[in-house]
């Protein structure tokens, strides 16, 4: 009977990591295929965006927006109109009205077109991580730059020229499994 579980625990996980792998190329195929011509905005978030998206969906306009949860969603914007050059990398864009963002290096702000850790404050930060202290002072610091705290996002970007941030990659070994977060 333990053989027979073992077999089926190992079988269960193979299939359900085959299922989540199929479920994840059936949804891009039929973003990436289908006509949706009856869709007037489109709006992403969650994931990196592309070019192509916007071509084929960004007729009447496009918006990519990010945001950790620890900032209550969403702190960015990227607005595309009709007209508009579509950038070859899609930025997650420039900071909300309530929301102030920094791009670190060693804790000194960067540049133009340097990369650094994105720093984010705004009036919906959370409080921290419960009953997880550590990690709440590692990720919820005193702003250095002003008033209130700040949310070290473990996001590499760096801030164009027009003022939107563009998203590089993690500057730790995160990585996101069906939305959840491994560390």
């Given at each position: 009977i333990f053989i027979l579980f073992v077999f089926w625990h190992s079988?269960?996980?193979?299939f359900s990591v085959s299922i989540f792998l199929l479920w994840g190329w059936c949804v891009k195929f039929y973003y990436t295929t289908s006509d949706l011509s009856s869709i007037n905005y489109v709006t992403t978030g969650g994931q990196a965006t592309n070019k192509y998206l916007v071509e084929k969906y960004g007729r009447n306009g496009y918006r990519n927006i990010y945001g950790p949860t620890e900032t209550t969603v969403i702190v960015t914007q990227w607005e595309y109109n009709p007209?508009?050059?579509?950038?070859?990398?899609?930025?997650?864009?420039?900071?909300?009205?309530?929301?102030?963002?920094?791009?670190?290096?060693?804790?000194?702000?960067?540049?133009f077109n340097?990369?650094?850790?994105?720093?984010?404050?705004?009036?919906?930060?959370s409080p921290g991580y419960v009953n997880n202290k550590e990690l709440t002072e590692k990720h919820f610091i005193?702003?250095?730059?002003?008033?209130?705290?700040?949310?070290?996002?473990?996001?590499?970007c760096r801030m164009l020229p027009d003022?939107?941030?563009?998203?590089?990659?993690?500057?730790?070994?995160?990585?996101?499994?069906?939305g959840f977060r491994i560390e």
């Open positions: 079988f269960s996980s193979i007209g508009d050059i579509i950038p070859d990398r899609i930025p997650i864009g420039r900071p909300l009205a309530n929301v102030c963002t920094y791009i670190v290096d060693n804790n000194r702000l960067c540049g340097i990369a650094g850790e994105l720093l984010i404050g705004c009036d919906g930060i005193k702003n250095p730059f002003g008033k209130g705290k700040l949310y070290r996002s473990g996001d590499l003022g939107n941030i563009e998203y590089i990659s993690r500057i730790d070994k995160q990585v996101k499994i069906r």
